[in-house]
């Protein structure tokens, strides 16, 4: 380990998190029914220019009024560059008592867009005496939000989650898809030629390095990596794959964008049996090895070791706090 220490995370299940348009107030009660593990109350994309400020009294309403129970909830407000961001934070803060877990900052670009929230957010705190202290998390979005990741994810003690947001990246990078996350058929490689002279083409995945980027950045830092929206909501297949995947890279859970995705994160992001119970075997081997003197010894033909016991202590654990 390096002689920095990396701050411990807030400790919270982000396996589903559900979005919520707040011009849809009829929605609420349903998402607060089902088994979301974090609901995200959207004031942002999902919401039309003229319906802002009803969606953000509608948000103030069900802050105060719903029955939410013990799911976390974070509130998505417009980004840095519009006209909506102060009043988002403000009227949401001083009107609606402290059932808010979270602040979700879209389209952070810099440390200082963090900042500048975190400022709002404090002073509005000591002003009306919220005892809950309010976190923040961000999506990262944008090809400058990805240039500046490291910097933002060390941007304000009150940061819990770097989440990717893959329709946006897209259209910031300049990206020739207009996918939702997923994948692009056209984005592959042409193998070679085989015996037979066929060329096979192989997908490729066109998230991945943005991915891996912002989850090293999340966890040297103590934060949540979060897999951002999956568009095609009647592909369940596809959405499997991809949570899939990312939750292999390292990411907590992945966003729904309709309520048919909650349960496919849920079961995804939760360890998979046999992975605990190997990892629950790695533990019993490295313990009794341990005992006999041994550094590395061998399970089912494998070599496992110190690092090994780290590895499956991420699988056992996580495990152990979805079971809580
Ligand atoms: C989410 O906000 C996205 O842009 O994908
Ligand atoms: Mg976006």
Known sequence: ?????????????????LFVPCSSPHFFAKAAQGPADVISLDLEDAVAPDDKPAARANAVKALNEADFGDKTLSLRINGLDTHYCYRDVIDIMEQSGERLDLIMIPKVGTAADVYAIDMLVTQIEAATGRKKKLGLEVIIETAMGLKNVDEIAAASPRLEALHFGAADFAASMGMQT????????DYGILLDADEQGRRDFHWQDLWHYPMVRMIAAARANGLRPVDGPFGDYSDPDGYRAQARRSAILGCEGKWAIHPSQVALANDLYTPPADEVKRAKRILKE?????????????????????ASIKQADVVVNKAKEIAK
């Open 178 to 185: 207009t996918n939702i996350g997923g994948p692009n058929p």
């Open 1 to 17: 380990m390096s002689f920095t220490p990396v701050r411990t995370p807030v400790s919270r299940l982000n396996r589903s998190q």
């Open 286 to 306: 490295m313990k009794a090895s341990q005992k006999a003197g041994a550094g590395a010894v061998s399970l089912d033909g494998k070599l496992i070791d110190a």
